[in-house]
């Protein structure tokens, strides 16, 4: 412990009941669920970056739940009983965060969701059509009636070239992540939960009665932990079963009289777009050589970079005057198992990863899992 801190600042600012590594969507929601249930409990967040690191503020806001190639690869994984709860999982995860910050404060707005079809792409375009009636009857009483049409007529309407087929999700919708993020952040804070940014845990020292967590601005003490920084869990863990996953993201300048309205698919969901403020925010691409976008580190690389320039030039916007006005990344985590890795990995030490890209629509209800796991241990 650095010889600056006073005694009052040893004594209040570094011993916690629960501490939580990672203030993304899942630490947030594990802390805000820790103190509604305990409220005497003292439950702090550290994170890494200035900014929550990862996902959860550098994601596109799809407020989605999968699309029909998406579900149709998941039920050859996981089975049909499986993917049902897959899917209900994520839609009343979506359910959960609405209610909790309302639909106001996150910008959720239903303006339905499409995947998108080319030309060529006719085998994959009518195996998913022939699958619309099977996937509206699986869901139909999870998410609603007639979830998935055929919305061949809107292509023209939103002005895509060279796409000759179109399924619309009538209940896929976005939000703004950045105004979720910060609504959670007031919220865990507001309840009483500390949050230290710029606080990068370096090691994990087990003693009785609990931990030390040692950070450069100094060893703070917990009696039990959670882990949520998903991919990034490898570097205090590497043995946990996650691999990540970097998503590359392009955002234009703003466009007069923009067609495009929703969030839309492309290729199996790896390359996803939307409208925002007049402007077209498009990321993906992983799929082009996924053992490079195997990483933790942020940036771009030429080859993803320029599939996405191309998309954007002769699909999505051909014929319209635009301009990328700057370029991110976000890092997620992927495992063979669709379902969160959510369990006690050490006495004391839990952890809640691997969301598959599919943080907003599960990130809420995986942090309440994680929060539900260790207060069976109180």
Request: charge should be negative; charged fraction near 25%.
């Amino acid at each position: 412990m650095p010889t600056a801190f006073s005694y009052w600042e040893k004594e209040s600012f570094f011993t916690y009941d629960i501490i939580i590594i990672g203030s993304g969507i899942v630490g947030l929601n594990a802390a805000i669920r820790l103190i509604k249930t305990a409220p005497a409990l003292k439950i702090a967040i550290l994170e890494r970056g200035f900014l929550p690191t990862g996902a959860s503020t550098k994601n596109a806001g799809f407020a989605c739940f999968g699309s029909i190639s998406e579900l149709i690869e998941q039920e050859e994984c996981a089975g049909l009983d499986d993917l049902a709860l897959l899917i209900e999982k994520r839609w009343k995860g979506l359910l959960k965060l609405r209610n909790l910050l309302g639909d106001k404060t996150i910008d959720y707005q239903c303006l339905g969701g499409y995947e998108l079809f080319k030309d060529d792409d006719i085998f994959l375009a009518d195996t998913c059509v022939s699958k619309i009636e099977h996937y509206n009857r699986l869901i139909n009483d999870i998410v609603g009636a007639d979830a998935f049409a055929l919305a061949n007529k809107k292509i023209s309407l939103f002005g895509f070239e060279g796409i000759s087929t179109l399924i619309e999700n009538r209940y896929e919708a976005q939000i703004d992540s950045g105004k979720m993020m910060f609504a959670l952040i007031q919220y865990a804070q507001k309840l009483g939960v500390s949050i230290f940014n710029n606080c990068t845990v370096d090691q994990i020292q087990e003693e009785n009665g609990g931990m030390q967590l040692v950070t450069k601005n100094g060893h703070f003490f917990c009696k039990r932990l959670i882990v949520t920084t998903n991919a990034f869990i490898k570097d205090l863990f590497p043995d946990i079963d996650v691999s990540p996953g970097r998503g590359q993201v392009l955002i234009t300048k703003p466009i007069k009289e923009l067609k495009i309205a929703g969030t839309f698919h492309y290729d199996k969901g790896y390359y996803y777009f939307r409208n925002i403020n007049n402007r077209v925010l498009l990321g993906g691409g992983r799929n082009i050589n996924f053992k490079a976008e195997e990483t933790t580190e942020f940036g771009q690389n030429e080859p993803v970079q320029l599939a996405l320039e191309d998309l954007l030039k002769n699909v999505i916007l051909p014929k319209v005057n635009y301009e990328i006005d700057y370029r991110w990344s976000g890092i997620m985590a992927f495992g063979k198992i669709l379902e969160p890795l959510i369990e006690e990995i050490k006495p004391n030490i839990f952890c809640a990863t691997r969301c598959n890209g599919m943080g907003i629509a599960i990130g809420a209800q995986t942090g309440e899992d994680v929060a539900n796991l260790l207060l069976k241990k109180l």
